[in-house]
């Protein structure tokens, strides 16, 4: 052994102790790191779950409600105008009357009256106009108690607090205890919660109205970026010649792919509404701000997905005398089309989670009506998201959240579609 | 306007266009000895004379689309009486809309007066003559080109490359729309942001350090319509960008390193896409989240600690959108560190380094000009990130550089400015066109140099 | 191996497994000794390596040949444990450097491959400067007391490298700016500025030039004076200029062992003879 290799050894001996300490030290650096990521994954899970799961559940009081036809149809000429009309609330009021007949002064009536939401006499509404023959009769109605019922009966409001500081007076309490006694309090499912709009009184708020939105714009975005995009991928990938202006409008769409959203939105009310008059608020303006924003991501999928398409293919279809085109539509296209289908639920995606160019282009006004087509006032989910998250309403945090779940069970489905594709159909030549 | 019933003629003619050609192509082929005699196939007939059905009422409903109601305004306009013609643009738009409202039969804002009865009337009657005359000249344009093309079609023409190269100039077309996208953004922002800067002057814009846009309420407070100094927004962008950085950054870097040089296939395979799971999270959810759970529960820990925490910090902010960049900054680095060859980990490897060594010293070293280009690329997006900062950041524009005051950021301001009801050419709305330019501007030269930088590093190894 | 269904046919090959290797697999001096060692890929599927005795002599080149994926290289990549790092690798028999078994549980993988140094197929030079690429193992070894002294190593390495008088002037510059044959050569340099023992090539020449190959082999004729070699070729002539015992390695068998005249002269197996007359390869 030569006396170089001999000191090496030692050498490298001495310093071993000190490099494997480094050595692992580095490797829980790592460890650390991924843990941190997973633990901000599942406390963001586990947030959001536990403050919206109870929103799935609505408070509702029976109430026992005469349909008096002295207030309901005071004429008798049972037509419908008037009885869509008609004092339901009155009803409602006059049953909580009959269970607390002690209530008179007239504060403590109001306050009794704000057990059950303003909203609640929609229901009996309902019930009349779908039948009529229920004038006069007598029956049991479970209806949506409000936000502050709801909150407190879920838990979210002390009991033990000082009266001046809970939303829910000591009178209200013992009525509600009261009621709970007689087991005329109920937690049922919030079927309101996917059937209504938009409303201030959040036990009334529903996600139906952004839904739809969300829905009309995602069509319309998906109706314009995909024929655009696999356009301008199968130009760029196949049949544009490399020049500087092919060049150009490569650097443009990585370019635009990395534009902060709220830019498009700037773009969307400048040009789009203002100048090419498009209506404001509307799933149409949306979906053309959308579109302008996935673009790129579908364009940037579809080249890779056209490139991943071997050259033996095309000129297999070229040698037997298909045009270009051909060749593309017949034999590329569909190799290609599972990629490109991916990169677009992968945009699309986006796109249904976006929200900040929206705000720009009035899709964050409070509409209650549920949208009936791509030019009416809408909103989606995730501005409603945003317009609830803003409320002051203790009721509407659940709500939020459970809008947020709503929203993330679309994504997710999204998102494994788009993964279970590219693995049913990846290919490797 | 009936634009959907006009759209489905169109959609009609086109349909029969194509049966159209592709019959008259074989009863042409049928004298000549059959379909074979046929330059292109019958489809390609078809397809050809539904092109030049379709294409020339396309055109038509597109520019009664676009022109019918200007056209049709200016028309109800000059026969409105005088007082109301010379009313200050703003207020005859009201008008207009109020005419507008009668004439679909909503409830009107206005009072009802007699001359407005009369012009939305005038209105209902020229549209009805406008849409009329829109059907008439689609159905007129198409029969014509129906009898057009029926004189064409003969085995000689060729219709597969006539229909080919329209599809091939349509996706040329498309192709330019990333272009013109680009052009909008510059001419419409910049244009607007021009007619700022004419009340507005750029210095201040550019050094002021005081940002209130709100109108004085005083004469001779400070810039008597609000003031416009930038600075304080950039520094509060700054910040809560910074912040981000020094969490995503580290957090995602080692991960990707993790992930990449030491994790096993299967243990990669599990937790990648559950850490990709934080990118697919809209933003509004982690604003939701800023908000109502990260920043009280910085305050409460401040005030436990005993310093005075903003409810609306930086620092909450900052925080949460380190999170949201974490899967950005993990997964670009990834494919830059999974880019370095193989070859120079062995090649270290024999040496006997060990792997941290051979990372920190052999691999980190290579990949950095690629990890940069990323971490710019990160930068520009949590620069021009909006939701988190809406919700969770302030809106007063405090210059400082404690993370746990309130600062406000170039998009909050934006956001605040635009969706308020301001009219569009006040100087507030023009001012978020202003910042929106300066923020293109900002995150457009980072996006270039973050690409260059990549792709020169990925030439380099390829 | 497409010509193999014929060489099959002769007689040898079907037992090779019963005759094992012939000629002499043992060396007077031993540096390194193998002993019977197998190898698996893909946690057993692929029998890479099949029972393999080969001892590797002091200060002498011992040169690996044979067709591609007879295992050769295997062989060489398990003689500095590069294979820990292939997923589903294992290895079996024992390895040992100077008495002590490489394999061995106490057995630290550092400080073996500070012992048993690599050179690459193809020249891997780090993305540093020349001065970098040489200093890196010294540095990470903690060799070098201070500059003067790490200055000095990667001078003497350079030189050894033969090296020196090229790039003397131009240390600071990339390595991965060097011509290939200049490349491979800082990547030896790189080996023997830590003071490995054993230099393990892997096909050193394959990415190289005529010239710069004639200067490579000179340049491992020199090291042999101071380091056991072992070095994997796909050239029969290389084998031939510069090893003083070759190796025939077939479907992961090593078939016989000889000294390098012996075997290019007068083979001992039918199957050597048939790899250097060139019937396969």
New interface residues.
């Given amino acids: ?2 006396e ?2 001999k ?3 030692d ?6 102790k000190k ?2 300490a ?2 692992r ?3 829980r ?6 843990g ?3 633990l ?2 599942s406390i ?1 899970f586990f ?2 779950f536990s ?1 919206g799961y109870t929103a799935f559940q609505q408070t509702h009081i029976r109430v026992q409600v005469y349909y008096d036809a002295s207030i309901l149809d005071p004429e008798g000429t049972r037509n419908e105008d008037d009885l869509a009309f008609a004092d339901y609330m009155a009803l409602i009021k006059q049953g909580l009357r009959d269970v607390f007949p002690e209530v008179t002064d007239r504060r403590a009536k109001r306050e009794l009256y704000q057990l059950v939401s303003p909203g609640a006499d929609q229901e009996l509404r309902k019930r009349i106009l779908e039948n009529p023959g229920l004038i006069g009769t007598e029956e049991q109605v479970w209806v949506r108690a409000n936000d502050d019922i709801d909150m407190l009966i879920k838990g979210h409001i002390d009991r033990d607090m000082p009266e001046s500081n809970r939303r829910v007076s000591d009178r209200t309490l013992e009525w509600v205890d009261r009621l709970e006694q007689r087991n005329e309090v109920e937690k049922r499912f919030n079927t309101g919660f996917f059937t209504n709009g938009d409303s201030r009184q959040p036990e009334q708020a529903g996600i139906a109205g952004a839904l739809m939105g969300s829905f009309y714009t995602l069509m319309l975005t998906l109706l314009f970026s995909f ?2 995009a696999v ?2 991928a ?3 990938e196949e ?2 010649p490399k020049n500087r202006w092919t060049d ?2 490569e ?6 792919a ?7 939105g ?2 969307g ?3 789009f509404i ?4 498009v209506p404001r608020s509307t799933p149409l303006v949306g979906a053309l701000v959308l579109t ?1 924003m996935t ?2 991501t579908i ?1 940037i999928a579809s080249r890779s997905a056209l490139k991943s398409v071997p050259p033996s293919i095309r000129e297999a279809a070229l040698g037997v005398g298909a ?3 051909q060749t593309q539509f017949h034999h590329v296209l569909p190799l290609a089309m599972p990629g490109m289908l991916t990169g677009t639920i992968i945009g699309m ?1 986006q796109a ?5 160019p929206l ?2 282009i009035g899709m ?1 006004a409070f509409i209650v009506d549920v949208p009936q087509g791509i030019t009416d006032p809408a909103t989606v989910l ?2 409603q ?2 317009l609830w ?2 409320s002051p309403e203790r009721a509407f ?1 659940e709500r ?2 459970a809008a ?1 779940m709503v ?2 069970a679309f ?2 489905t999204m ?1 494994l579609t788009a ?1 279970l594709l590219r693995k049913r159909f990846e290919r490797r030549w | 306007m009936q634009s959907s019933l006009l759209i489905i003629l169109v959609l009609g003619m086109v349909a029969f266009g194509y049966l159209f050609g592709r019959r008259r192509s074989i009863a042409v082929s049928r004298n000549r000895g059959g379909i074979t005699r046929l330059h292109s196939l019958p489809i390609y007939y078809g397809f050809y004379t539904a092109l030049w059905v379709g294409l020339p009422a396309l055109a038509i409903v597109m520019m009664a689309v676009f022109f019918e109601d200007s056209i049709i305004t200016r028309l109800v306009i000059a026969g409105l009486p005088d007082q109301l013609r010379e009313l200050h643009p703003d207020q005859l738009g009201l008008v207009m809309n109020d005419i507008r409202n009668m004439a679909t039969g909503n409830i009107v804002a206005g009072e009802l007066t007699a001359e407005l009865q009369l012009a939305s009337e005038h209105y209902v009657r020229l549209q009805a003559y406008a849409d009329r005359v829109t059907w008439i000249l689609v159905a007129c344009i198409s029969v014509l080109s129906l009898v057009f093309v029926r004189s064409r079609i003969s085995p000689e023409l060729r219709a597969r490359n006539a229909v080919e190269k329209t599809v091939i100039v349509t996706m040329m077309v498309f192709s330019t729309i990333a272009i013109l996208t680009t052009l909008g953004v510059i001419f419409s922002v910049f244009y607007e942001s021009m007619l700022f800067f004419q009340q507005v002057p750029l210095s201040e814009f550019l050094f002021s350090t005081k940002w209130s846009p709100q109108i004085a309420l005083r004469a001779d407070q400070v810039g008597a319509s609000g003031s416009f100094g930038s600075i304080p927004l950039f520094a509060g962008t700054l910040l809560v960008s910074a912040i981000a950085m020094l969490v995503a950054v580290p957090i995602g870097l080692m991960s990707a390193i993790y992930l990449a040089e030491y994790a096993s296939p299967r243990f990669r395979a599990f937790t990648k896409p559950l850490l990709e799971i934080l990118a697919g999270i809209p933003t509004v959810v982690y604003g939701f989240f800023a908000a109502l759970t990260m920043a009280p529960f910085i305050r409460n820990l401040g005030e436990r600690l005993g310093m005075d925490v903003a409810s609306e910090s930086a620092l909450a902010a900052g925080l949460v959108m380190g999170v949201m960049i974490i899967p950005f900054v993990s997964s670009l680095s990834d494919d830059v560190i999974n880019a370095v060859p193989q070859s120079l980990r062995e090649g270290s490897a024999a040496l006997g380094a060990t792997r941290s060594e051979t990372i920190k010293r052999v691999v980190f070293p290579a990949a950095l000009p690629g990890i940069v280009g990323g971490v710019l690329l990160a930068m520009s997006r949590a620069i021009g990130e909006t939701m988190i900062v809406v919700m969770a950041a302030g809106l007063s524009a405090n210059l400082t550089a404690n993370p746990l005051e309130s600062v406000t950021t170039v998009t909050v301001q934006i956001v605040t400015l635009l969706t308020g009801d301001q009219e569009f050419d006040s100087v507030k709305t023009l001012a978020a066109f202003a910042l929106g330019l300066s923020l293109f501007v900002v995150t457009l030269i980072l996006n270039i140099i973050a690409l260059r930088t990549v792709r020169k590093y990925r030439e380099q190894y390829d | 191996m497409d010509t193999l269904p014929a060489a099959r046919q002769k007689p040898g090959l079907s037992d090779l497994h019963l005759q094992g290797t012939v000629g002499d697999v043992s060396h007077p001096n031993p540096r390194m000794s193998c002993n019977d060692v197998d190898v698996y890929y893909d946690n057993g599927a692929v029998h890479a390596i099949k029972s393999i005795t080969l001892d590797i002599g002091n200060q002498e080149v011992l040169a690996m040949i044979g067709p591609s994926g007879c295992g050769k290289s295997t062989l060489l990549r398990c003689l500095n444990r590069m294979n820990d790092n292939i997923d589903g690798c294992k290895v079996s028999g024992s390895i040992h450097l100077d008495e002590h078994d490489i394999y061995d549980r106490q057995r630290d993988v550092v400080l073996l491959r500070a012992q048993v140094g690599m050179v690459f197929q193809k020249p891997n030079p780090f993305p540093k400067s020349i001065y970098e690429n040489v200093a890196y193992g010294p540095k990470i070894h903690g060799l070098a007391k201070d500059k003067t002294d790490l200055d000095e190593i990667v001078e003497t390495s350079l030189k050894r490298a033969a090296l020196w008088d090229e790039v003397k002037d131009r240390l600071a510059q990339p390595g991965t700016g060097l011509s290939g044959g200049q490349q491979q050569r800082l990547c030896i340099a790189r080996a023997i500025a830590v003071s490995p023992e054993v230099i393990l090539m892997d096909e050193p020449c394959s990415a190289l030039d005529p010239i710069a190959t004639a200067k490579v082999e000179e340049l491992i004729d020199e090291l042999r004076a101071e380091y056991t070699i072992a070095i994997v070729t796909h050239s029969m002539q290389q084998a031939a200029r510069v090893s003083q015992r070759t190796a025939y390695f077939h479907l992961g068998h090593l078939v016989e062992v000889n000294d390098t005249d012996k075997v290019f002269t007068n083979p001992e197996h039918h199957l050597t003879e048939a790899y250097i007359t060139g019937r396969f390869g």
């Fill in positions: 052994m030569t170089a290799a000191s090496t050894i050498l490298v001996n001495a310093s071993l490099r494997y480094s050595e030290r580095f490797r650096l790592g460890v650390l790191a991924i941190l990521g997973l901000f994954v963001l947030d959001i403050k024929p655009l356009g301008t199968i130009f760029l049949f544009a150009l409008i650097v443009n769409i990585n370019n635009l990395a534009v902060p959203s709220i830019i498009f700037l773009l009310l400048a040009v203002n100048f090419f008059g302008l673009l790129p364009i045009s270009p085109l995606a249904l989670g976006e929200t900040a705000l720009m964050i995730p501005v998201i945003f998250a803003d945090v939020t959240s947020i929203l993330l994504l997710i998102n993964v």
